[in-house]
């Protein structure tokens, strides 16, 4: 299942996240084997090599060609200053040609460094090294400003989204301008799988509790993301395209919003603890 992006191309809604994933390689070729077509990560990850590695070793054993996989990846807030830097990073260890799409990872707080950020995004993408551009973790009002400043409308949006935290006032104004939403710890880091509610639901259909998440974001439009690095999990991952969730479940979950979180709130985070100069080599 794909979705069309407001600049017409497609991307795959159920994705492989690869933060903190524990054998890269291993996860992404995995991933790929069982029918994923879509990756995400980041340089803050510091595991595009690994990732890079496990899309080409894929390609060479003719599991997936190189067209057939979206792969996204970010650039972090303290990089918004020098961003050719981290984006050649990107480019260098992931070595797949291209990028599908490339994100500003965090809004900031320091607005003319993210719009120069942006400008950069936008200059690579011209020049081909990037197909899509788009942010994270934006609410409505970064991603008015962004607009506003730029008449540009970005491709995807990456933002926390589960059946706690559903962002709705992001998501409607995302819906509105035809902006891609990819949730983004679709499983709370592990901690919503044992809900009692979600584990009832899943009995009806023979699920289990993280297919039931997944399946809810499909059913709603969005991109997921969920993170494994067992290959039993990242299979099962993917085994949701061969049901539907009922109104009425649709229905529950969405009445179990409780604001539970587990990222920074991005109108205040601005990302210093972590720099690729200090992290990664060039
Ligand atoms: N843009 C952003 O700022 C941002 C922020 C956070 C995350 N992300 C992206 O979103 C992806 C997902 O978020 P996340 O990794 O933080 O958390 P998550 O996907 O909500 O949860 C991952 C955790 O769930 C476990 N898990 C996965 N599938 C499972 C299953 N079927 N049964 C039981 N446990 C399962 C994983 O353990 P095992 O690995 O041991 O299976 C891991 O501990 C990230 O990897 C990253 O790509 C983006």
Redesign the pocket.
């Known amino acids: 299942m794909k979705l069309k992006m407001n600049d017409g191309f497609e991307i795959p809604m159920l994705?492989?996240?690869?933060?903190?994933?524990?054998d890269t390689a291993m996860?992404v070729e995995t991933a790929l084997s069982v029918g994923y077509r879509h990756i995400?990560?980041?340089n803050?990850?510091e595991n595009e090599t690994y990732v890079g590695k496990g899309i080409r070793s894929s390609i060479r054993n003719s599991v997936v060609k190189r067209e057939d996989v979206f792969v996204?990846s970010?650039i972090w807030p303290t990089s918004f200053q020098n961003p050719e830097r981290a984006i050649e990073y990107s480019l260098k260890s992931l070595n797949i040609d291209y990028i599908d799409a490339y994100?500003l990872?965090?809004p900031g707080l320091d607005k003319d460094a993210r719009y120069k950020a942006w400008e950069c995004l936008l200059k690579y993408r011209d020049k081909g090294y990037f197909k899509s551009i788009g942010v994270?973790?934006f609410k409505k009002e970064h991603l008015e400003d962004l607009i506003e400043k730029f008449g540009i409308i970005p491709s995807l949006n990456?933002?926390?989204i589960?059946p706690w935290l559903q962002k709705r006032e992001d998501y409607a104004y995302c819906k509105e301008k035809g902006i891609v939403m990819?949730?983004?710890?679709?499983?709370?880091?592990?901690?919503?799988?044992s809900d009692e509610k979600l584990i009832e639901i899943g009995k009806k259909y023979g699920k289990?509790?993280?297919?039931v998440i997944l399946r809810w974001n499909l059913q709603r439009g969005n991109c997921v993301?969920?993170?494994?690095?067992?290959p039993h999990?990242?299979k099962?991952?993917f085994n949701v395209f061969d049901f539907e969730l009922s109104k009425e479940d649709i229905d529950i979950i969405n009445s179990m919003e409780n604001g539970n979180t587990?990222?920074s709130d991005s109108s205040v985070f601005d990302g210093a603890f972590w720099n690729i100069e200090d992290n990664l080599n060039f």
């Open positions: 994705g492989l996240g690869c933060f903190k994933s524990e996860a995400d990560t980041a803050f990850y996204v970010k994100l990872h965090w994270s973790n990456e933002i926390e589960s990819s949730a983004s710890v679709p499983f709370a880091k592990g901690n919503i799988l289990d509790v993280g297919q993301i969920p993170k494994s690095s067992k999990r990242i099962s991952n587990y990222c």
